[in-house]
């Protein structure tokens, strides 16, 4: 079974450019879910969906970033215009449903440095 | 509003030992599960155990095993002979009725050959 697929890797941008991140989920997962983790912390959540539409952004820092999850598969995080702050790793992750039991699966994340 | 506590950045141990990683959180839910996460230096999050917080029995996997302490709101994981690969950040969770996961600081655990 395929796992989360995230891309790209790496990137490093100046501030104020714009930036977006992919992720494809687990097949058949309709939860997926946007973390931000800052070097020594842990991931914090940033949104939250179910299929295609918002359960939580309530995290999200709306007047700079933007999430859309199209056809309920893939998606897309963007950050624009980026910031100092907004260095980290952009992990994705995706469950069957938003319930507490079900497990979330983890991507290999994109770190993100803003010069 | 939930809250994760680890209090320990740093632990170390030598391999074939025993380790214990503390975690504490606070909770509003009656109905909550807590999870352990282990991330390598590849970044990517994987799952080392889960505990349903309505169980009582602690949870076990392999060498894995917690000590759930509902009333202490205490969730501690306990590698037992430890192995090199067992080095990694981990992270302990929990997650609510809404699928949402909040997790603590991490703790940052070495394993001496």
């Known amino acids: ?27 058949g997962h309709a939860t997926l879910y946007w973390y931000q983790q800052i070097l020594g912390q842990g991931p914090k959540l940033l949104i939250q969906f179910q299929n295609n539409g918002v359960v939580d952004d309530s995290q999200l820092p709306k007047d700079r970033f933007s999430a859309e999850r199209l056809k309920g598969v893939d998606s897309t995080l963007k950050i624009q215009p980026a910031k100092l702050e907004d260095s980290a790793v952009y992990l994705c992750a995706s469950s069957l449903e938003y319930v507490a039991e079900n497990i979330q699966y983890f991507g290999a994340g994109t770190r993100l440095s803003v010069l | 509003a939930q809250t994760v506590t680890q209090s320990q950045p740093e632990m170390s141990v030598q391999e074939a030992e025993t380790v214990t990683l503390s975690c504490t959180y606070d909770t509003s839910e009656s109905d909550y599960y807590l999870f352990w996460y282990k ?31 509902k009333a202490a709101k205490s969730f501690s994981l306990k590698i037992s002979d430890s192995q090199l690969g067992d080095a990694a950040m981990y992270f302990c969770g929990v997650g609510n009725q809404g699928g949402k996961l909040i997790f603590g600081q991490g703790t940052e655990l070495s394993v001496k050959p």
Do not use: D, H
Request: glycine share 2%; net charge positive.
């Open chain 2, 39 to 69: 991330q390598p230096p590849s970044r990517q999050m994987i799952l080392v155990i889960r505990q349903e917080a309505y169980k009582q029995q602690n949870a076990t996997e392999n060498r894995f095993s917690v000590n759930f302490q």
């Open chain 1, 1 to 27: 079974e395929a796992g989360v697929a995230q891309s790209p890797r790496y990137k490093i941008i100046e501030k104020r450019q714009s930036v977006a991140f992919w992720c494809n989920p687990i097949s």
